[in-house]
C-alpha cells in the first residue's frame, strides 16, 4: 500500500529552502559589493548606480556583462580589485606588486 504524503511537511521543507536560498543570494551580492570595491560608496550612491544600470540601454549592458564576465575570468579592471579567487592586487594590500 502507498503511503500518503505529507503535503505540510513538503511545503514547509521548500519554504525552508527557499528561505536559505534568498538569504544566501543577499549574501552573494554583499560579498560581490565588495569584491568589486563599491562597498566605499554610500548606499544612495549605490541605490543610484544600481537605478541607473536598472534603466540602461542592451549596449551599454552588454558592455557592461563584458566587464563583468572579465572581472569573474580575473582579468584586470578599472581600479583594479579582486577576482572571483577574492584575492585582489598586491599592492592594494600594501604588498609588492606582482611580478
Known amino acids: ?7 505540510d511537511a513538503e511545503l514547509q521543507a ?3 529552502r527557499a528561505k536559505a536560498l534568498k538569504g544566501r543570494r543577499v549574501t552573494q551580492f ?21 537605478a541607473a544600470a ?4 542592451a549596449s ?6 563584458r566587464t563583468g564576465a572579465g572581472f569573474f575570468q580575473g582579468q584586470s579592471r578599472t581600479g583594479g580589485g579582486a577576482g572571483r579567487s577574492g584575492q585582489g592586487r598586491a ?9
Request: proline share 6%; hydrophobic share 40%.
Open 1 to 7: 500500500m502507498k503511503k500518503p504524503r505529507d503535503l
Open 14 to 16: 521548500l519554504q525552508q
Open 30 to 50: 554583499g560579498e560581490l559589493v565588495i569584491a568589486t570595491g563599491a562597498d566605499h560608496l554610500s548606499i544612495e550612491e549605490l541605490a543610484g548606480a544600481l
Open 54 to 57: 536598472a534603466k540602461a540601454d
Open 60 to 65: 551599454t549592458r552588454e558592455a557592461w556583462r
Open 91 to 99: 599592492a592594494d594590500r600594501g604588498g609588492a606588486p606582482p611580478a
